[in-house]
């Protein structure tokens, strides 16, 4: 029996519809529904059970689990309540490491690109506790998320106990199937393609940095297919643990986001660029790009989606289509 917590959620639910493809009917997934629809995310799988994480301490007990998948937090980038984010994302991460190490079950859980804060200092994946303790996020979410990659670092590196596998997986910019409920969290194509459809113009930042184009902010844009990879070849290795990057090492830019969508619809770009509103320019990102050596490194070779493949791939089999669910 596998866990996954989140699991109703954009990329857990696509590892759920990954463990069913591969035959794995006994998925308990445990997360909240609420009133955004998510349960349409699961409503083609099959599930051994659903618990409420306000009951999941009482579940787990006497269990017997083959892994946990911890994709559950809050995860939006605005979030202002520190009380529930640390709650959420730092203790229940903590307590369900805990478990996994005392029962000896494996332990694969979401960290994110959010603890790089503004890529001063690059993105590399460095488990070190003084690599982590130098990181300086943005945002209450990228903190909570590195404190937690921090308790991790230093339990190994006092040697302390842990569970027989463990990995933090560092996610950069995912987009595809399921992630319809997230409102503004949406990635830029899911909001925008009903623009595209329509054939309105496409509004993207203009460049407020001298050097850089119009459109040509850059991140590392990754398909939820590859990062779903990631995660089943880590449950099939169960030899590899450590903190790693997600992403496709190659970053690239927002217009190249919006052209390709446009080419998978066999549709004229039509593209506008409006000013940065003042209140972000300050802080905004211009460049992110995973450092992926590392997941190489420790034997992974699935490869990744080009952004055109996959871009396609989402357009023609989900955004533009009746049912764009998983």
Not at 169 to 178: A, I, R, S
């Amino acid at each position: 029996m596998l866990l996954v917590t989140g699991g109703a959620g954009f990329i857990g639910s696509n590892v759920v519809a990954a463990l069913n493809d591969a035959g794995r009917a006994d998925v308990v997934v445990c997360d909240v529904l609420g009133h955004e629809g998510k349960w349409r995310n699961l409503a083609k799988r099959q599930l051994a059970d659903f618990v409420p994480p306000a009951e999941l301490a009482d579940w787990l007990n006497g269990r017997s689990l083959d892994a946990i998948l911890h994709l559950g937090a809050i995860s939006e980038t605005t979030a202002t309540d520190g009380d529930l984010v640390i709650e959420t994302n730092f203790r229940l991460s903590l307590r369900l490491l805990d478990w996994c190490t005392e029962n000896a079950v494996p332990f694969i859980y979401a960290s994110s690109a959010a603890t790089y804060g503004d890529g001063a200092q690059g993105f590399r994946d460095d488990a070190s506790v003084s690599a982590l303790q130098a990181l300086r996020p943005m945002n209450l979410y990228g903190w909570s998320k590195n404190l937690f990659d921090l308790a991790v670092a230093e339990r190994a590196a006092r040697g302390e106990k842990l569970p027989p596998q463990w990995a933090g997986l560092k996610f950069f910019n995912v987009f595809g199937p399921n992630e319809y409920h997230k409102g503004t969290m949406m990635s830029v194509l899911a909001r925008r393609f009903g623009d595209i459809k329509a054939g309105h113009a496409v509004q993207l930042f203009k460049s407020h940095r001298e050097g850089i184009a119009d459109g040509d902010q850059r991140r590392d844009f990754i398909y939820v297919d590859d990062v779903v990879r990631v995660m089943m070849w880590l449950l099939a290795t169960p030899s590899v643990s450590g903190l790693f990057n997600v992403g496709t090492g190659r970053a690239r830019s927002f217009k190249d986001l919006m052209l390709a969508a446009y080419a998978a619809l066999g549709a004229p770009p039509n593209i506008d660029y409006i000013d940065m509103p003042e209140s972000i320019r300050g802080s905004y990102q211009y460049f992110t790009q995973a450092e992926v050596d590392r997941l190489h490194g420790a034997g992974y070779n699935g490869g990744f989606t080009p952004l055109e493949d996959a871009v396609a791939l989402y357009v023609k089999g989900f955004l533009d289509c009746a049912d764009r669910y998983r």
